[in-house]
């Protein structure tokens, strides 16, 4: 797990640290703010945390005595990338088995009718 990418999808793993990240994406927050809606401890907290910000999904930052947590968003681009890329990829697989089963249909019309039955399920 040297890369980012693979950093960023095991932080995500877990449903603690997902909720912080959607809640993030609505503003900054404190760790305090962030630690509010669960029953663990604020050092609880900022392990979670410690794992987003060496994903590199949040920074932390001092303003005056706050240390708001910020989600930096362009993490989420290199995500998008790399599922992309996979979505494409099957898609493309898809469309190349449609046309296959496309053709098998014109050259056996019997298919037609068992193909039709096996979908109706």
Do not use: C
């Not at 990240?21 to 609880?44: C, I, K, M």
């Not at 410690?50 to 994903?55: H, T, W």
């Not at 930096?72 to 898809?94: G, H, P």
């Amino acid at each position: 797990m040297t890369d980012q990418l693979s950093r960023v999808f095991a932080a995500l793993a877990d449903p603690t640290r997902r909720d912080m990240v959607a809640r993030l994406t609505e503003g900054d927050h404190t760790v305090n703010d962030l630690a509010a809606p669960y029953d663990v401890s604020l050092q609880a907290v900022s392990k979670h945390l410690k794992v987003l910000e060496d994903a590199g999904l949040v920074t932390r930052t001092r303003e005056a005595q706050r240390r708001p947590v910020h989600l930096e968003a362009e993490v989420f681009d290199l995500m998008t990338k790399w599922i992309e890329r996979y979505r494409r990829q099957a898609e493309e697989r898809f469309t190349r088995l449609d046309a296959v089963l496309a053709r098998m249909q014109d050259d056996d019309p019997s298919t037609t009718s068992t193909l039709t039955e096996g979908t109706a399920s």
